[in-house]
C-alpha cells in the first residue's frame, strides 16, 4: 500500500509533492537541499519557477532525490510546506552567508509573506572565511565558488622549463634572437596580419 511519510524540517526532508514512494518498497526517498540561488539568478527575467503545483513563485532554493536524483525547486513558501522548513542545522545548507540585499530580493520573488522564516545565517564571509558560499559567483557546472585565484607566484617545474628552452632554441634558430613560437592561433595572426 502507497502511504505518506512525515517529515522533519531536516537535510533529508521528504516532501509531500514527493512522499508516495513509487515500485521500490522499503527504499525511503530522501532530499538534499543542493543549492540556494544567487542573486543573479533571482534578478533574471525568466527565474526558476517552483515545482509545486500551482504555485508561480520563483524558487528560492533546489533539493535532489536521494533515490531518484530528481530535482525539486521550492519557493520559499512551499519549502516551509513541503519540506518543514529550512534544515536545522547552517551547516545542512549550501552557502556559507546571505547578505541583506539578497535576502530581500529572496522574500520579494519567492514568498507571498512580508517575513518568511529565515535560518540565523551570518551576512558576510568574514564571520565563516572558510566556508564556501553559491551566492556570490557559482560556477555553471556545479554549486562551488570559483576559487579566487592565488597571489603566489608558481615556480614552473624543472621539465617545463627543459621544454621552454628547447622551444626557445628552436624559435631562434628559425628567426634569430628574441623570436618566439607563437602556439595561440589569435595571437599568431595579430604578429602575421
Not at 540561488?37 to 503545483?53: A, E, G, P, R
Not at 513541503?82 to 530580493?105: A, Q, V
Not at 576559487?147 to 626557445?168: G, V, Y
Request: proline fraction near 9%; hydrophobic fraction near 30%; include cysteine.
Amino acid at each position: 500500500a502507497t502511504q505518506v511519510t512525515p517529515f522533519p524540517a531536516i537535510k533529508k526532508a521528504q516532501p509531500r509533492a514527493q512522499a508516495i514512494l513509487e515500485g521500490n518498497e522499503g527504499i525511503e526517498e530522501g532530499w538534499d537541499m543542493t543549492k540556494v540561488m544567487s542573486i543573479d539568478n533571482l534578478s533574471q527575467d525568466s527565474t526558476i519557477k517552483c515545482s509545486t503545483n500551482d504555485c508561480m513563485m520563483a524558487s528560492a532554493v533546489t533539493y535532489v532525490s536521494t533515490k531518484t536524483g530528481k530535482e525539486w525547486y521550492c519557493c520559499l513558501d512551499c519549502q516551509e510546506t513541503e519540506f518543514g522548513g529550512w534544515p536545522d542545522k547552517l551547516s545542512e545548507i549550501p552557502i556559507g552567508y546571505i547578505t541583506s540585499p539578497h535576502k530581500r530580493l529572496m522574500v520579494k520573488k519567492c514568498s507571498c509573506q512580508s517575513s518568511p522564516l529565515f535560518p540565523d545565517f551570518p551576512e558576510s564571509p568574514t564571520k565563516h572565511p572558510s566556508t564556501p558560499n553559491t551566492l556570490i559567483k557559482p560556477s555553471k557546472d556545479t554549486n562551488q565558488v570559483t576559487p579566487i585565484p592565488s597571489t603566489k607566484k608558481i615556480q614552473p617545474s624543472a621539465q617545463a622549463m627543459a621544454i621552454h628552452r628547447k622551444w626557445q632554441a628552436a624559435a631562434e634558430a628559425l628567426g634569430g634572437p628574441d623570436a618566439r613560437i607563437i602556439v595561440d592561433k589569435k595571437s599568431a595572426k595579430k604578429k602575421i596580419f
